[in-house]
């Protein structure tokens, strides 16, 4: 292992980590419940709100797995962040004022499956076990793919055997979010934001000025990329591009992503929420694209520096960054990746966490238990899904964007129609929603085994998702007069209020 206290690099990287721990402990100190601990008392404003949802959405595979997929196969891998993009925008638009108001009316739910279990006086219990059954299955991949990107970080910046960089990386995360609970994750998805995005922009700026320093007069860049790196369609059949386009459905139904529109203050801090985080999004996602891109004739004019971005397309903009920068800028640019892995993977873990402890432990084990045994309970649940996300990404061949790709289908089909409908539609059932959740996820699953028409599983297990919620919903007997009062006084309120 290679880790020089002298070099700058790891000084920064210090640096960041000895804040965002300091941040862990101011979040610890203004814990006093289970609510503070996995929701923060619904606390947050307008700006962090944005950027906590934003950071929380783009993990290690926004400098990584994006990039990498840039600069193998060309602007053909833009529909990625097309599709996201549009996915993001109507995820704010349709969801976010929505499930605020509506989680707080249903019980004051604190997790998604809380927010389910009252929504349909689900007194069984068995709708909340399903939901936090598939949170955790796929979560548990979720967070083994954040595992994986820090662990490649470190094995690459430090010279680390990856089974030493996994656990190094793993515990940079865990730490904050052992300590501080959500109010410490979102105050650091505030910093972390901010830096993936001077990040995003800086890095391919600066790379474009040494490949036109590589050009010759009257030159482009056709002069050193091949044709077809430039077409939208290269390969690229309907399916393909569907696919792709697809990502932005995974929207809806990530339960890390709508329980920061449940933490919001009030519903009126959303529309300005929504300003801010898609303009956060959508200049990183175009920098991510542009690293990836220019780094296409960066390393071909630059052959010597290429044998790591060979090796694993993966690392271009952490190779980008080193061999143009100072150290110490450096250093500080690649702390956004560990900034965006620990941005995601936190609050992943956190949201497991409030499974277990909310859903299961305090349903069914133990109802009285007092506020400080829970926050311990969630702080040990936290240990314990780490733990075995570090077990899933042992493998050193794990890739990252496999691995999101695979979780966010799973829940945009599992959750994603069932979460539209339940603040839509007034005449959804319990019933129509555990037959949606449990469609979903198994048609997803299936899907992907068997890899069915090159087609991304996300959009049969959104469509079959979406259609058992209706049609068990008609067939089964109506919503109760107390559901559909209290969908009435919801929209009732949320027309009151104007949220746009």
């Known amino acids: 292992m290679q880790f020089n206290w002298n070099d700058p690099t790891a000084i920064m990287f210090a640096i960041y980590l000895v804040a965002m721990l300091g941040i862990g402990a101011i979040g610890y100190f203004s814990t006093k419940n289970l609510s503070d601990y996995i929701l923060g008392g619904r606390s947050l404003g307008s700006f962090v709100t944005a950027l906590s949802a934003g950071a929380s959405d783009m993990s290690g595979w926004l400098l990584m797995g994006l990039p990498g997929a840039i600069y193998l196969s060309g602007l053909s891998e833009a529909w990625i962040a097309i599709g996201l993009i549009l996915g993001a925008y109507l995820n704010w638009r349709l969801v976010a004022a929505r499930l605020r108001l509506y989680t707080e009316r249903a019980g004051n739910a604190l997790t998604l499956p ?103 007069p009257g030159q482009d860049l056709h002069a050193i990329v091949a044709a077809e790196k430039f077409d939208l369609f290269r390969g690229a059949s309907f399916v393909g591009v569907v696919s792709l386009l697809a990502w932005g459905l995974g929207y809806f139904g990530q339960p890390h992503i709508l329980v920061r529109f449940m933490a919001a203050s009030s519903v009126q801090t959303i529309p300005s929420a929504r300003r801010i985080s898609m303009t956060w999004m959508i200049l990183c996602l175009a920098g991510a694209v542009a690293v990836g891109f220019i780094g296409i004739p960066y390393f071909a004019a630059n052959p010597a520096g290429a044998a790591a971005v060979n090796a694993n397309a993966e690392t271009v903009f952490m190779e980008i960054t080193k061999q143009l920068f100072n150290p110490w800028i450096s250093g500080a ?109 198994v048609t997803v699953l299936v899907w992907k085994q068997f890899g069915w028409l090159g087609l991304y599983e996300i959009i049969p297990g959104f469509i079959l998702a979406w259609l058992a919620t209706v049609v068990v919903s008609r067939m089964g007997p109506a919503p109760s007069q107390s559901i559909l009062k209290a969908h009435a006084a919801v929209e009732s309120e949320f027309e009151r209020i104007g949220a746009r």
């Open 114 to 216: 809380d927010y389910l279990a009252n929504r349909f006086e689900d007194h069984s219990s068995v709708l909340r076990i399903v939901t936090a059954v598939v949170i955790l299955v796929f979560f548990t991949l979720y967070c083994a793919s954040g595992v994986v990107a820090g662990a490649r970080l470190f094995e690459n910046m430090f010279g680390m055997p990856y089974s030493t960089a996994l656990w190094v990386g793993a515990l940079c995360t865990i730490a904050y979010v052992f300590i501080g609970g959500f109010l410490a994750v979102s105050w650091t998805d505030t910093i972390q934001a901010s830096l993936m995005i001077t990040a995003l922009i800086l890095a391919p700026v600066i790379a474009w000025l040494a490949v036109q320093g590589h050009l010759q």
């Open 333 to 441: 640019l690649l702390a956004a990746i560990l900034a965006a892995v620990m941005s995601t993977l936190s609050c992943q873990l956190l949201v497991c966490s409030s499974a277990l402890t909310e859903d299961i432990y305090r349903t069914f084990l133990r109802k009285n238990a007092s506020q400080i045994e829970l926050v311990w309970i969630g702080r040990a649940m936290v240990l314990l899904v780490a733990l075995i996300a570090i077990a899933i990404a042992s493998n050193p061949d794990s890739k990252v964007l496999g691995m999101v790709s695979y979780a966010w289908a799973g829940f945009g089909a599992a959750f994603g129609p069932v979460i539209i409908l339940s603040l839509f539609w007034s005449r959804m059932t319990r019933g129509g929603a555990l037959a949606g959740i449990i469609t979903g996820a």
